[in-house]
């Protein structure tokens, strides 16, 4: 049974830092690895999906990269803002259509 | 990204009432929905699969008679919460995955149900 880990589970930075989240994963027979965004009380807003076969993507100051061996994927924010404050989920399907598993998120608050 | 509509975004219910929530892709067809279900500063729970034209698969421990998933077009996933508990209250998540592309998954905005 595929289990998602993300550590931290909360990080609180000043405003401009760079930081990293982590996520891993027990079962490396992923179809494709996705990062979310979550807002309180609010849905989730996809971030950046990796397929198996990539290493990374980028999407503004974001960059995330996957590592599917080792069962690690980070998401690195450059240059971090106060509007970057919300919960960041990673999740992982086990093939096309199987639903998500996700991992409990990690709680960000950049500070002005 | 593609866009996934949920509606109500907040529902109160009295206890014993039912309640339905929709869940509709808008500019892409979805041939499999998930329901999700998340608890205060928890992560999402899968609750069940729902594909359209068939009966929804249920993860175990949901009670398919209290979650009635009904999946009747390309576009519309409904989730009825049959007499509900103050136990059933909760942030109910809905995503669609399109029937074409690289299997990115979309979610509505949640909806969140109080059973006074």
């Known amino acids: 049974k595929q289990e998602v880990t993300q550590i931290p589970a909360a990080l609180s930075v000043p405003e401009g830092e760079n930081l990293v989240l982590n996520c891993s994963f027990t079962?490396?027979?992923?179809?494709?690895l996705q990062w979310f965004r979550q807002d309180p009380g609010k849905g989730l807003t996809s971030l950046l999906l990796?397929?198996?076969?990539?290493r990374e993507q980028t999407s503004g100051r974001l960059n995330a990269s996957l590592d599917k061996s080792s069962g690690r994927s980070t998401l690195y924010i450059a240059a971090s803002q106060p509007g970057d404050s919300a919960t960041y989920l990673c999740?992982?399907?086990?093939?096309?259509?199987?639903?998500?598993?996700f991992g409990k998120g990690t709680r960000l608050s950049v500070i002005a | 990204g593609a866009v996934v509509s949920q509606h109500p975004s907040r529902v109160i219910c009295k206890s014993g009432t039912s309640v339905k929530i929709e869940c509709r892709s808008l500019?892409?067809?979805?041939?499999?929905m998930f329901w999700y279900r998340q608890f205060p500063k928890q992560s999402l729970m899968l609750m069940a699969t729902?594909?359209?034209?068939?009966?929804?698969?249920?993860e175990q421990g949901v009670e398919k008679d209290k979650f009635l998933i009904n999946h009747a077009s390309l576009t519309l996933s409904t989730l009825t919460v049959t007499s509900a508990h103050p136990e059933d209250s909760s942030f109910y998540i809905c995503?669609?995955?399109?029937?074409?592309?690289?299997?990115?998954?979309?979610f509505g905005e949640g909806s969140r149900l109080t059973v006074l």
């Open positions: 995503s669609a995955r399109a029937s074409e592309g690289v299997g990115e998954l979309f």
């Open positions: 079962d490396s027979a992923i179809y494709n």
């Open positions: 990796i397929q198996s076969s990539q």
């Open positions: 999740a992982v399907p086990n093939s096309g259509n199987t639903p998500l598993v």
């Open positions: 500019d892409f067809q979805a041939t499999t």
């Open positions: 729902s594909n359209e034209g068939s009966k929804a698969t249920y």
